[in-house]
């Protein structure tokens, strides 16, 4: 039997976090990879609150760092599913930073995670519905559909050049780059 459908305010989520020392890179600031795994925690937390199962990160869309991240800001990690399919979830990430001190907040950056809900056989489960309250979800719904084609259309254009590099014609076509051809 299908689950009811749930709105998308039943697994908005959000992960505050200190950001600490240890999470810094040796130019002070903190690691991309630390903000990686915050985004994937929050994305399995939003996506299986709907789904009422387990889910797993299947695709990652757009991660852009807009703002270097500091020791000692407080980072808020918001997400919602803007989108579901049959079996899979998109969810939409807004992540920012507050300097405690400043009271300043920064936008630093936004992401969309495809998640696939797993069923009690390991198979790729039934999600239920999403009730869409609000014009935002209904736009932002809209914008997951065309982001999947647009994602289908690059996977093909790519597919495509893969297919027709020739990689005997490299010193033409590599002129200009920053690289230097060694072997014979
Ligand atoms: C996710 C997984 C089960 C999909 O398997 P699959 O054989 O492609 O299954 P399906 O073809 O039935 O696809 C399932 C859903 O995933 C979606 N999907 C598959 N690959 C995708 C991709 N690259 N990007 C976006 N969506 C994708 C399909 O569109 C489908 O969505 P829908 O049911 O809403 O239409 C499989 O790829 C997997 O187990 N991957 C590993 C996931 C994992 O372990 N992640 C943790 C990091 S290691």
């Given at each position: 039997m299908e689950e009811p459908a749930r709105p998308v305010s039943h697994s908005q989520t959000t992960?505050?976090?200190?950001?600490?020392?240890?999470?810094?890179?040796?130019?002070?600031k903190i690691h991309g990879g630390i903000l990686l795994s915050l985004m994937d925690k929050v994305a399995y937390a939003c996506s299986s609150k709907h789904a009422g199962?387990?889910?797993?990160?299947?695709?990652?869309?757009?991660?852009?760092?807009l703002q270097p991240v500091e020791v000692g800001e407080l980072v808020s990690l918001h997400a919602s599913v803007n989108y579901?399919?049959?079996?899979?979830?998109?969810?939409?990430?807004r992540v920012e930073a507050l300097n405690v001190k400043t009271n300043q907040l920064k936008h630093t950056n936004s992401s969309y995670f495809t998640m696939v809900a797993k069923g009690d056989d390991d198979k790729p489960a039934m999600v239920p519905k999403l009730i869409l309250e609000t014009?935002?979800?209904v736009k932002r719904f809209i914008e997951a559909i065309h982001v999947r084609?647009?994602?289908?259309?690059t996977r093909e254009q790519m597919d495509d050049a893969r297919s027709s590099i020739d990689v005997e014609r490299a010193a033409?076509?590599?002129?200009?780059?920053?690289?230097?051809i060694l072997y014979k």
């Open positions: 992960i505050t976090e200190l950001m600490v020392p240890s999470y810094a890179n040796f130019g002070g199962t387990y889910c797993v990160t299947v695709s990652v869309d757009k991660v852009d760092f579901v399919g049959r079996t899979s979830l998109m969810v939409g990430i014009r935002e979800d084609e647009i994602k289908a259309a033409e076509l590599l002129k200009g780059e920053r690289c230097i």
